[in-house]
């Protein structure tokens, strides 16, 4: 329980007692204030900052959380000022009221007192910083996958932990009935002994992008956009949804949409709070331009029990094979397919492994945890070892070598060009 719901509690104690000896209660306080009519008394509800408010901040995030009986938007954040109209016309409309506020800084978001949690919906480069912030201010977080790096990675386990705040890395993959099943299935033995993991991503962009610099949009805070990556001319190729393709930002589709499906591998391989041992890729990259991710790629990893993971662009796609059979889907939440068939009607029992997740999604699952204080399905550990794959496959990718990787330690063994890697120098006057 926060100081705001335990004010917001004391606050209508004291007007109900008020208005009972006055002019009647129901003039001072409104009946869905108190939860009546199949409302959830304001008293009970999270309140939420929703900073970035683009188009997947907005569709797919503000838009989960606005139909929680439980949750109440009161503040939206965006350096674009169209963005951040679109975000206020969203919630007011959803209220039928005026009552939401509007930043263009994230840091008056978190100097509220009345926020109890935040969701951030910023480009990656942003995810680590304003979560660390966002714990430091009291707040619950669920925030935007992926990290950056490795090392700002692990400090965002740390901090979480030492704060206690609850943390949702947001992704609805273990919430989707096909890749639950799938894992299920592989954790309790119906391929029996897994030996390899196909997990294909969607390839790179298709144009080079200009970086040609442009004139900052009007009321765009671009320098607050920047914030801790170096500094860079505006152009509209690198903003918003571009962000992706340029290493300064982003991983490319490795880190993007390698969150969802190498989150789904290391789910079933039972390795979600360890990793890969070996990594062994080569991409194709773009040879000028503005976009330096790679565009194709095809990485191979080894784990400590010899299970493979391949990696290669392509369809969406998850695959595990083993001993006695293969299960997987090719296309994004496509239906599953198997050999043998039967695998696919096969019934877990009550003593088998049973897999958390939370079937209305990652933003139901949040709320639910931020009453509990327990760990949301995909929290800040089992998020750094998925992303870690990805990182660590770029970088291989990037020094075009095969590397050997402690989980443990969350090292390269004896390559200190590749452990440079694993951090980046933050613009000042940003810093973890």
Not at 40 to 46: D, G, K, L, P, T
Not at 141 to 167: S, W
Not at 371 to 386: M, N
Request: charged share 25%.
């Amino acid at each position: 329980m926060t100081h705001g719901q335990i004010n917001r509690r004391s606050f209508l104690k004291r007007a109900a007692g008020t208005s009972v000896a006055a002019v009647g209660f129901p003039y001072l306080v409104r009946s869905s204030a108190l939860g009546n009519a199949g409302t959830v008394a304001a008293s009970e509800r999270i309140t939420l900052g929703f900073i970035g408010t683009g188009s997947h901040g907005i569709d797919m995030n503000l838009k989960s959380f606005l139909p929680q009986p439980d949750a109440q938007a009161v503040a939206v954040c965006d350096v674009d000022p169209v963005h951040l109209q679109q975000g206020l016309d969203t919630v007011n409309k959803k209220y039928g009221n005026k009552d939401c506020a509007a930043y263009k800084d994230f840091r008056e978001v978190l100097a509220r007192s009345d926020i109890d949690a935040v969701m951030i919906s910023t480009p990656d480069h942003w995810h680590v910083p304003i979560s660390i912030a966002a714990a430091n201010a009291g707040k619950d977080i669920e925030c935007e996958k992926p990290t950056l790096t490795i090392e700002e990675g692990r400090v965002l386990c740390d901090v979480m932990k030492r704060y206690g705040r609850v943390f949702q890395w947001s992704t609805e993959d273990r919430s989707v009935y096909e890749y639950h099943r799938m894992c299920e299935l592989v954790r309790n033995g119906r391929i029996g002994k897994v030996h390899t993991i196909r997990v294909e991503l969607p390839s790179g962009p298709d144009t080079a992008g200009d970086p040609t610099p442009m004139p900052v949009p009007d009321g765009f805070d671009y320098d607050m956009w920047v914030g801790p990556a170096p500094w860079a001319p505006y152009t509209k190729d690198r903003i918003h949804w571009n962000f992706r393709w340029i290493m300064d930002y982003s991983g490319g589709q490795l880190t993007d949409w390698g969150a969802h499906l190498l989150d789904g591998a290391q789910w079933g391989n039972d390795s979600e709070h360890t990793g890969p041992v070996e990594v062994e890729g080569k991409g194709k990259f773009w040879p000028e331009g503005l976009y330096n991710t790679a565009i194709e790629y095809h990485i191979e990893y080894k784990y400590a029990n010899g299970v493979r993971l391949i990696v290669t662009s392509g369809t969406p796609s998850l695959r595990f094979e083993g001993s006695e059979g293969w299960i997987g889907n090719r296309g994004w939440r496509a239906p599953l397919q198997a050999e043998p068939k039967s695998i696919l009607n096969s019934v877990i029992g009550p003593n088998e492994i049973h897999l958390y997740t939370c079937q209305a999604g990652e933003q139901r699952n949040f709320l639910d945890c931020v009453k509990s204080r327990k760990d949301c399905y995909f929290p800040p550990e089992i998020g750094q070892r998925c992303f870690t794959v990805a990182h660590i496959g770029n970088i291989s990718m990037l020094l075009g070598r095969k590397l050997k990787w402690d989980p443990d330690n969350e090292k390269f063994i004896n390559d200190e060009q590749a452990n440079r890697m694993l951090s980046r120098t933050m613009r000042s006057p940003w810093r973890l």
